[in-house]
């Protein structure tokens, strides 16, 4: 398992953490939260990504993408996670475009991918219901009417769900509230008459919405996937994207961290830095041995989804473990990024406060540490 | 490229097909601890087939298969000494040799020692004719390791050591020390300290086992009264000893850091009870089938799983990437503190998994894997002491890896 960058990722990590530090600074987070930007990223930045071809990297080139595999989009994801880029890179990239190129059929591939890859289409996962990600505890319904499905329901948690063009829908045609049997995914437009959207302002001034679904019509042929049967590969595209977050989080959380490091060798008191003191010494080194953990594990996920001869739950432990693992280093890290920088650290002025708020919602996004362990000892049977 | 792909494979065949001849059927077992292979001029094998694994082994230079072959090594780039232990791990194969030689004093030798000291020792560490013993703590020179006293004294063509040394692994076992020793005492205290070899028969050095909370006594006080050494025992320049003391420490904590990825076949505790996963002996202790019934110890286990899978990532990641240029740096601090927590933690819930089966010291009542496992629990205390304790390990992360300034030398330089 290759965990050294080769090359030609060494290359694309150098432009993309040049292109974040130069033109999405976290300044720019900030003047979105400060304006109440509409759309709540900014599109030039954005178009900017999508020239550098970043939406399309794991896309095949049949699709319009570039076939530089998972390993490309975690270092993108990686590097815009240092400066808290909002974009679309998650919803859309990392699980809209992946949703379809995983589970859809060739006519929706050719229809919807090149459209994503180019930007002319946002289209974002709408799965969670409750107040923790349980992707198997599914209410919303879809009954089958003659050539359609009729779909009630409400969804939270919503990434870019107020801008998005086109939603996933993960909704129940059969089986209980807690089967994984009866899950089916529908793509939906957004302007489709019942779907009401409200932007929800998140504490990291990323967005999300909540969405009600009121006796939506939608036509069979708006299945992504077989009916019944979705909740198998879109686990595994969670899965994908669960790693892909955890690569975000790396970003977030280095850089918090080498925040730390740098007041640490520059702040005084009692006539001395105070990174000499060994009580910050040695958490300081905590962190770091806990982020060369989360390095590792994120690389070798990465190199996992790359890997064509990979199983599935080979996958989903490498998944469950780079989640549950960023989700505590990252939390550890932002707390600390805030309590080592002591005074400054509580104030909005300063922006170490924007990584905590972030890491708070990454941690829960897609399952937070518990959910993982839980889920990696039931795949470890035990 | 191709070809040394083609030559890849090619040593990769050749090795799996001679182990495949040459391992015998106990060496493919897990390890346990009274057949770990030491060597030395008083082997002893509880299991014949240790000695004739170790043999084989010694013969191809495996036991030490990156050491070039002048000295007796295995002569094996860093790709096929990697193949090599992919291909006696999908054997199960246990180490034919376990040696304080090959894990901390062939390296330094190979780097600071002179053609002579290469000639006269690596091939015996090798063929495990000797056995090392490591010269470093002091009753009074513990974390505070430069602040060592035993001296060294120059007399003719000897040195005349005396003094006392102490946690000396397995020195009542061991044929020769590698030796801390202070050569001069008028300047600062890094500066004055010189690396020696000698041999433990040597007249006025005594040992005495010393007894751990675990029963066990792996460790001595080892008494220097006199003892003669040849100068050209010395290895590096004289007063430079520091250095290689240094380079040792971060080979010892790279073995050290091993132990954490539950291999099962350690000298520093875990041997058979690693065999068994601890959310299997949890369950089996339960009468649980499908489903640890404990949810916060099942909790705790995956916590710690994803912790360990996450480490052994981490060292075949800093194996890749000392592939590619150093060797060992100061990670090595970092995966040996790590490794050692991890021990640790594993052992604490092997106690919680079985329970009252854990309690017992001695006699009636109690499996011999269940007396193992308290033992391991209690041996795996000094896990984060030897070797420098993890407070130690801690300090060099601060101030190598991540460049904090030293409160010493900031207090020292504001008194001026």
Known sequence: MAMVLNDDQQLLKESAKNFCRQNSPLSVLRRLRDEKDKIGFDKDIWNQMLELGWAGMAIPETYGGFDFGYGGLGIVLEESGRTLTSSPLISAILLGATAVNEIGSDEQKREILPKVVAGELIISLALDENISHAPNQITTSAKKDTN????????????????????????????????KQGISLFLVDANTAGVSITRTFMVDNRNSAKIKFEDVNVLSSALLGEVDKGFATLDYVLDIARIGLA?????STQEVFDRILEYLKQREQFGVLIGSFQGLQHRAANMYSEIELCKSVVRAALAGLDNKNADRVEIAELASIAKAKLSEVFFLVSNEGVQMHGGIGMTDEFDIGF??????????????ASFHRDRYASLKNF | MNMQLQALDDFRSAAREWLEENCPPSMRTPMVQEEIAWGGRNAHYENPESKIWLERMAEKGWTCPTWPAEFGGGGLNKEEAIILNEELRRINARPALTSFGISMLGPVLLEYGSHEQKMEHLPKIVRAEIRWCQGYSEPGSGSDLASLKTKAELQGDHYIINGSKIWTSYADKADWIFCLVRTDFEVPKHSGISFILFDMASKGVSTKPIQLISG??????????????????????????????????QHERTMISSFGLASGQSDRG????????????????????DKLSDPVLRDDIAQFKIDSTTFALTSQRSVEESAQGQGPNATSSMLKNYGCELNKRRSELLMRAIGSQGLGWEGEGFEEHELLVTREWLRSKANSIEGGTSEIQLNVIAKRVLGLPDILSMSKTKKK
């Open chain 1, 148 to 179: 359609s499905f009729i779909i009630n329901g409400e969804k939270t948690f919503v990434l870019d769900g107020h801008v998005a063009d086109k939603f996933i829908v993960v909704a129940r045609t059969a089986g209980e509230t807690d089967n």
């Open chain 1, 247 to 251: 690569a975000e989080m790396l970003g």
């Open chain 2, 216 to 249: 066990a006594s792996p460790f001595c006080e080892t008494f220097f009264d006199d003892v003669k050494a040849p100068v050209e025992n010395l290895v590096g320049r004289l007063n430079d000893g520091w250095t290689i003391a240094k380079r040792l420490l």
């Open chain 1, 355 to 368: 990584f905590i708020k972030r890491a708070r919602v990454a941690q829960q996004y897609l399952g937070d």
């Open chain 2, 270 to 289: 875990g041997t058979t009870s690693t065999v068994d996963s601890v959310e299997g002996v949890a369950m089996r202790y339960r009468g649980d089938t």
